[in-house]
Each structure stands twice: as C-alpha cells, then as structure tokens.
C-alpha cells in the first residue's frame, strides 16, 4: 500500500501492463483525475476499483 506522502503521477507512470498500486480512499478524486490525464496523454488504460470496508483504491494499468 503506498503511504499518503507517495506522490501519484510518478507511481502510475512506473506502473507496467497489470501492476497495480492502492491508495488511501481519502486521495480518490487526486487518483482518478490523474489516471484519466495519463491515459488521455500517454495512451495508457487505467481501471480502478473502490473498496469503501478497507478504505482504499486500487489502480491497475490494463494497457
């Protein structure tokens, strides 16, 4: 699990196809904001899925 002070942008970047990285849920509008920027500039797929019992977000680099 990546600890809040982790910056965003440069973990996604360093995600291959199929790695996944989960966040604290209270960063979830920062997280999708910049999977969906990533995505529209470097022609990368992003998923996301939100586990409100745990309190986190799971990013995953699908292309």
């Given at each position: 699990?990546?600890?809040?002070n982790?910056?965003?942008?440069?973990t996604?970047?360093?995600?291959?196809?199929?790695d996944?990285?989960?966040?604290?849920?209270?960063?979830?509008?920062?997280v999708?904001t910049?999977?969906?920027?990533?995505?529209?500039?470097?022609?990368?797929?992003f998923?996301?899925?939100?586990?409100?019992v745990?309190?986190?977000?799971?990013?995953?680099?699908?292309?």
């Open positions: 699990m990546c600890e809040n982790q910056k965003i942008r440069p996604l970047m360093g995600l291959n196809v199929g996944s990285v989960i966040f604290p849920i209270a960063r979830l509008k920062s999708r910049q999977a969906s920027e990533l995505g529209a500039i470097y022609s990368r797929q998923t996301t899925k939100t586990d409100r745990a309190h986190t977000i799971e990013v995953t680099r699908v292309s």
